[in-house]
């Protein structure tokens, strides 16, 4: 088996005009020296063997997790109301909150909110509960299942 060398190209004068010393002098005569790992051949294979399957049947690979289904529910709320309805969402689905998006409608007046969470038909029922008992002039339109 050849060895690698690796050796590193530096020219003897640095830009001040001083002679540039090898910093790992002691390394460098380790390496040139050292022998073979014992487990040396164990590492090396030869490209003409050709490859031999297992006795063993192959384990099934397991399947990745399906990703999770995101209901948008669109909610209007009025602009004074929207740090509550954050705040809401926040508490009531924890994690399973993916996104949130707004939009100001008439003036800034009211807001248009998309709150999306990973499809859980217990939390978009208890955002829905909470919204209607915190927020009793919030309209709900439509939801979207992806």
């Given at each position: 088996?050849?060895?690698?060398?690796?050796?590193?190209?530096?020219?003897?004068?640095?830009?001040?005009?001083?002679?540039?010393?090898?910093?790992?002098?002691?390394?460098?005569?380790t390496?040139?020296?050292?022998?073979?790992?014992?487990n040396?051949?164990?590492f090396?294979?030869?490209?003409?063997?050709?490859?031999?399957?297992?006795a063993?049947?192959?384990?099934?690979?397991?399947?990745?997790?399906?990703?999770?289904?995101?209901v948008?529910?669109h909610?209007?709320?009025?602009?004074?109301?929207?740090?509550?309805?954050?705040?809401?969402?926040a508490?009531?689905?924890?994690?399973?909150?993916?996104?949130?998006?707004?939009?100001?409608?008439?003036?800034?007046?009211?807001?248009?909110?998309?709150?999306?969470?990973?499809?859980?038909?217990?939390?978009?029922?208890?955002?829905?509960?909470?919204?209607?008992?915190?927020?009793p002039?919030?309209?709900?339109?439509?939801?979207?299942?992806?």
């Amino acid at each position: 088996m050849n060895r690698l060398h690796l050796l590193q190209n530096v020219s003897p004068l640095s830009m001040f005009g001083h002679k540039i010393q090898d910093p790992f002098p002691v390394a460098r005569t380790t390496i040139d020296k050292r022998e073979p790992a014992r487990n040396a051949a164990v590492f090396q294979h030869s490209l003409q063997h050709s490859f031999q399957p297992a006795a063993t049947a192959p384990r099934p690979v397991p399947s990745p997790a399906p990703a999770p289904h995101i209901v948008t529910m669109h909610i209007t709320v009025d602009a004074p109301d929207l740090m509550h309805l954050r705040q809401l969402a926040a508490t009531v689905c924890g994690d399973k909150l993916s996104s949130i998006r707004v939009q100001p409608i008439a003036h800034a007046k009211r807001m248009n909110v998309w709150l999306s969470l990973k499809y859980d038909a217990e939390t978009s029922d208890l955002v829905m509960i909470a919204i209607m008992r915190h927020l009793p002039r919030a309209q709900f339109g439509h939801f979207e299942a992806n």
